[in-house]
């Protein structure tokens, strides 16, 4: 893929995406929004959203990096028995399953120390966490495999466009999922 690496090709190729990516995070918005009574009912839910979200979108975002790059080695295929794929959808699913408790811990334990009754247990907060994190996970590793194969079928450099769309889809996909999650447990 020959690539132009000026200011104005990649302008030229983001500015579209980052009109929609703006659409796309109005909606996280006005999501989030909608939910604020059960934020300030349950403040363990409030401290959760940032952390969810952005731990979401960096999952996505090391997945799409390493994805870039194999796309620029040539080494990147996107065959359903390509191992390299399917370690990396692998490794970000374990990341996701050990880092997500550890995230819902500390969030449980932050609103202990701050307001001294953090309103949900412990176990429901890492519940949630753990379930929305493998939830995000799985949705940002379908996000980034479909936004690398467009990115690399309409010939742009995946490296201009898939982490954009990655981390700010994973925004509101882990406002969406955070609180589908919350209401098993509330």
């Known amino acids: 893929m020959p690539t132009e690496w000026t200011v104005r090709a990649i302008t030229r190729a983001m500015l579209p995406v980052l009109l929609v990516l703006t659409l796309v995070e109005l909606g996280s918005g006005l999501v989030l929004g909608s939910f604020e009574a059960q934020l300030l009912q349950y403040p363990s839910l409030l401290v959760l959203v940032p952390v969810t979200i952005g731990t979401a979108g ?3 975002s090391v997945l799409a990096a ?3 790059t194999s796309f620029h080695l040539g080494t990147l295929t996107f065959s359903p028995s ?4 399917a370690g990396n959808a692998i490794a970000t699913l374990a990341l996701a399953v050990t880092m997500f408790p550890v995230i819902g811990a500390g969030a449980w334990l932050a609103t202990l120390v701050v307001s001294g009754d953090p309103a949900l247990t412990f176990a429901t ?13 799985i949705l940002a590793i379908l996000v980034t495999f479909t936004a690398t194969y467009f990115a690399y079928q309409f010939g742009l450099d995946p490296d201009d466009v898939v982490i954009p769309v990655v981390t700010n889809v994973c925004d509101v996909l882990g406002v969406v999922v955070l609180f589908v999650v919350a209401q098993l447990f509330i």
Request: charged share 15%; glycine share 8%; net charge negative.
């Open 58 to 60: 960096n999952l996505g």
């Open 66 to 68: 390493r994805l870039s």
């Open 82 to 85: 390509d191992d390299e794929l």
């Open 125 to 137: 907060v890492i519940w949630v966490a753990l379930l929305s994190g493998i939830s995000l996970a």
